[in-house]
C-alpha cells in the first residue's frame, strides 16, 4: 500500500491576496505556488510576507526565522518585493501543512490640506515615503498655499500624535532636507 495523497493539509493564507481563507496542498508546494493558489498578492499589499509554523515541523528556513514567545512557532518575515523579483530564489521555501501566510495591507499615508488631490496614498512595497513624494502624490500644492507652514502629522505609540514642522519652499528649493 502507497500513500498517494495525504486527506487534509491545509494551509492559512490571509490579508492582503486574492482569496484569503484556506487552501489545501495537494503534493508538495512553494510558497509562490500557495499565494498563488490564493489569488496572488493584492496592489495594496504590504512590503513583508510573514510565515508561521508550527514547531513541529522544524524551523523555517530562511534567514531571521525565531522561534515565538510561547516556543511552539517558528516565525520568518521576507520583504515582498524581493520575493516577487525572485532576487533570492532560496526564499521560495516549501509550505507545510497548518503553515499560516500572511500578507498585511500597506500603510497609508494621508496628504491634507491646500494641494490639488488630498487623500490617502498607500506606501504598497516601501516602508517609509519622503515628503516631496507624498506631494507629487498629491499632485502638488494648491495655488493659496503657505509652503513654509507645512507640517507633518504623525501616530506615536500610546495614540498620541507628534507635529513635525516642515518648510515645503525650502524643501523645494532644494535648500532643506526631504523628510
Not at 493539509?9 to 492582503?16: E, K, T
Not at 490640506?113 to 500644492?141: C, H, W, Y
Not at 509652503?147 to 514642522?165: C, F, L, W, Y
Request: proline share 7%; no cysteine; glycine share 10%.
Amino acid at each position: 500500500v502507497d500513500i498517494v495523497e495525504f486527506g487534509s493539509q491545509p494551509v492559512s493564507v490571509i490579508g492582503a491576496v486574492g482569496q484569503p481563507g484556506v487552501h489545501q496542498l495537494q503534493g508538495r508546494k512553494t510558497l509562490a505556488e500557495v499565494l498563488s493558489m490564493a489569488g496572488g498578492l493584492k496592489p495594496d499589499a504590504g512590503p513583508k510576507i510573514k510565515v508561521t509554523r508550527e514547531i513541529q515541523y522544524g524551523a523555517i528556513p530562511l534567514p531571521g526565522a525565531k522561534a515565538d514567545s510561547s516556543g511552539q512557532f517558528s516565525v520568518a518575515e521576507l520583504n515582498s518585493k524581493n520575493f516577487l523579483a525572485a532576487n533570492n530564489p532560496a526564499d521560495n521555501i516549501l509550505i507545510y501543512p497548518h503553515d499560516v501566510v500572511t500578507v498585511p495591507q500597506s500603510e497609508v499615508v494621508y496628504v491634507v490640506g491646500a494641494v490639488r488631490k488630498p487623500g490617502g496614498f498607500t506606501l504598497n512595497d516601501r516602508e517609509t515615503i519622503s515628503v516631496m513624494q507624498a506631494l507629487s502624490l498629491a499632485e502638488g500644492l494648491g495655488q493659496l498655499t503657505a509652503a513654509d507652514k507645512s507640517k507633518i502629522i504623525r501616530s506615536v505609540p500610546g495614540g498620541d500624535r507628534t507635529e513635525i514642522p516642515v518648510d515645503m519652499k525650502k524643501v523645494m528649493a532644494g535648500k532643506a532636507t526631504d523628510v
